[in-house]
């Protein structure tokens, strides 16, 4: 690929090999729909009325839950989950970097895990079906082949990822001393219960 001849292969076949990938068209409907979602508010209220709506002693599950199915926005989790679990834990008086673990190891241990089919799963499926058709021309992949896996593991991932916080990290953190953050610490927003029009 890399002699003259392959460079200029990879050239004159840019544009017939962009067309004729397969997942290209369920992913780009996926991800305008998501995009939707994300830029209309929709799944960020969502994420946010699970979490400020949990009770404090569910706290921790829910976070990890939370970050687990957040990546049906593809990487929202990073920039929405990560530091509402911050505030959330230090809003209730416990260590922020616990919640900051525990909104990790949902979001990055959980990623592709998911009850809902996210933007990865028609990608993955697509990937899966043009490998397959090397073996078997008329062989083809659903999006969902790998539901029950991905919706197991949304589980597995959620009751890991919650043991290992609160019996594990949690308690090597220690007693928060809310004096050592800042007075700021907490966003002034993100701990704000939704509003009426962020319900509908």
């Known amino acids: 690929l890399l002699a003259p001849d392959g460079i ?3 050239f004159q076949n840019i544009v017939p090999n962009f067309a004729g990938f397969v997942p290209l068209g369920t992913v780009l409907v996926a991800l305008l729909g998501v995009g939707v979602a994300e830029r209309s508010g929709l799944l960020t209220a969502v994420i946010r009325g699970l979490i400020l709506a949990a009770p404090p002693q569910l706290v921790t599950l829910v976070v ?8 049906t ?3 929202m989790g990073y920039v929405v989950i990560i530091p509402l679990a911050m505030a959330v834990f230090y809003a209730l008086g416990r260590h922020p970097l616990a919640g900051m673990a525990a909104a990790f190891a949902g979001v990055s241990g959980g990623y ?3 009850i809902l089919i996210g933007t990865v799963d028609p990608l993955l499926a697509g990937i899966t079906q043009e490998a397959a058709q090397l073996i078997d021309p008329t062989y083809e992949v659903s999006p969902i ?3 029950y896996f991905m919706a197991a593991s949304t589980f597995l991932v959620t009751a890991v990822g919650w043991f290992i916080t609160a019996k594990i990290v949690e308690p090597r953190l220690g007693t928060y001393n809310a004096s050592m953050g800042e007075d700021d610490l907490e966003p002034a927003t ?3 219960k939704l509003t009426p029009l962020e319900k509908k």
């Open 64 to 71: 990890v839950f939370a970050g687990v199915v957040s990546n």
């Open 190 to 192: 993100s701990m704000d």
């Open 8 to 10: 200029r292969w990879m």
């Open 73 to 75: 926005a593809s990487e």
């Open 112 to 114: 592709s895990a998911n």
């Open 145 to 147: 082949a790998n539901y």
